[in-house]
């Protein structure tokens, strides 16, 4: 077994190892967890209708309360779309 | 690529005003009901990506140019982030304002008495304040964005005609 091998069974050792306690440590599904989660999730859903107007909640969260994180999904289509053009561009004439 | 036959054409014509009408539909109402401007632009495309396959590359690209939706995607693009941008500058016109990036700014005054409502129901269309208007930027830009994406992929690994 080369070194480097040998390395990447180390990293990926170690990696498996964090994802299984970020698993075991995640709280049961559906129950609601007050001390980590205090009102973030309770607060949106009684203020979006009044705040934002919109009667849908998942949009009015993607593009307003999260805001930004649309602004990324858009880079990444405009980097998807500027990355496929530039690797097809040699096969056109 | 090549066109399909003439049954297969004749369907997609069809078919072709109908989801794309669906898909504008899903645009438009992306603050009331399910969706928005990912998955409505999703579907245009697609339609659009049905015309691509029926009709064959060279076809299509003999009607619409690249060149054309990569300004419509930017167009998409600068429309979302000014109407981020918007949130921060209007501070200078409403006294009484705290702006942030992304800020709804519209929702909430009677200045410009557009989307200013509150929605009370699914069929007030003129509710959200900024949200159509970012929902219509980011369909622009996801209809623009995925179909040269496919145009630009079926157009580059074309098999010529009569070989």
Same mark, same amino acid.
């Given at each position: 077994m080369s070194g480097r091998n040998f390395a990447a069974i180390i990293f990926f050792a170690i990696v498996a190892v964090f994802l299984a306690f970020?698993?075991?440590?995640?709280?049961?599904?559906?129950?609601?967890?007050?001390?980590?989660?205090?009102?973030?999730?309770?607060?949106?859903?009684?203020?979006?209708?009044n705040e934002t107007g919109a009667d849908n909640g $998942?949009?009015?969260? $993607?593009?307003?309360?999260?805001?930004?994180?649309?602004?990324?999904?858009?880079?990444?289509?405009?980097?998807? $779309?500027?990355? $496929?053009?530039?690797?097809?561009?040699?096969?056109?004439? | 690529m090549i066109g399909m036959s003439k049954?297969?054409?004749?369907?997609?014509?069809?078919?072709?005003?109908?989801?794309?009408?669906?898909?504008?539909?899903?645009?438009?109402?992306?603050?009331?009901?399910?969706?928005?401007?990912?998955?409505?632009?999703?579907?245009?495309?697609?339609?659009?990506?049905?015309i691509l396959v029926a009709y064959g590359s060279v076809w299509v690209v003999g009607r619409i140019k690249e060149k054309h939706l990569s300004i419509l995607e930017s167009l998409g693009a600068i429309g979302f982030i000014g109407l981020g941008f918007l949130g921060i500058i209007l501070v200078l016109f409403y006294s009484s304002y705290e702006g942030s990036f992304f800020k709804n700014f519209l929702i909430g005054q009677n200045t410009i008495p557009i989307f200013n409502e509150i929605g009370k129901g699914l069929s007030n269309i003129n509710t959200a304040g900024v949200l159509p208007l970012m929902n219509f930027a980011v369909g622009l830009k996801v209809i623009a964005g995925l179909f040269v994406i496919v145009l630009v992929m079926a157009y580059a690994t074309r098999v010529k005609e009569g070989k």
């Amino acid at each position: 077994m080369s070194g480097r091998n040998f390395a990447a069974i180390i990293f990926f050792a170690i990696v498996a190892v964090f994802l299984a306690f970020g698993a075991l440590m995640m709280h049961p599904f559906g129950e609601f967890d007050e001390e980590n989660y205090p009102e973030m999730d309770q607060y949106i859903i009684d203020n979006t209708q009044n705040e934002t107007g919109a009667d849908n909640g $998942v949009t009015s969260v $993607v593009f307003d309360y999260r805001g930004f994180d649309t602004l990324g999904e858009a880079t990444v289509l405009f980097t998807a $779309v500027a990355g $496929v053009v530039l690797l097809f561009r040699r096969l056109k004439k | 690529m090549i066109g399909m036959s003439k049954i297969v054409r004749t369907i997609t014509s069809a078919v072709f005003p109908f989801v794309m009408i669906y898909g504008l539909y899903v645009i438009a109402h992306g603050h009331l009901t399910p969706g928005g401007g990912f998955q409505g632009g999703a579907v245009v495309a697609s339609s659009l990506a049905m015309i691509l396959v029926a009709y064959g590359s060279v076809w299509v690209v003999g009607r619409i140019k690249e060149k054309h939706l990569s300004i419509l995607e930017s167009l998409g693009a600068i429309g979302f982030i000014g109407l981020g941008f918007l949130g921060i500058i209007l501070v200078l016109f409403y006294s009484s304002y705290e702006g942030s990036f992304f800020k709804n700014f519209l929702i909430g005054q009677n200045t410009i008495p557009i989307f200013n409502e509150i929605g009370k129901g699914l069929s007030n269309i003129n509710t959200a304040g900024v949200l159509p208007l970012m929902n219509f930027a980011v369909g622009l830009k996801v209809i623009a964005g995925l179909f040269v994406i496919v145009l630009v992929m079926a157009y580059a690994t074309r098999v010529k005609e009569g070989k």
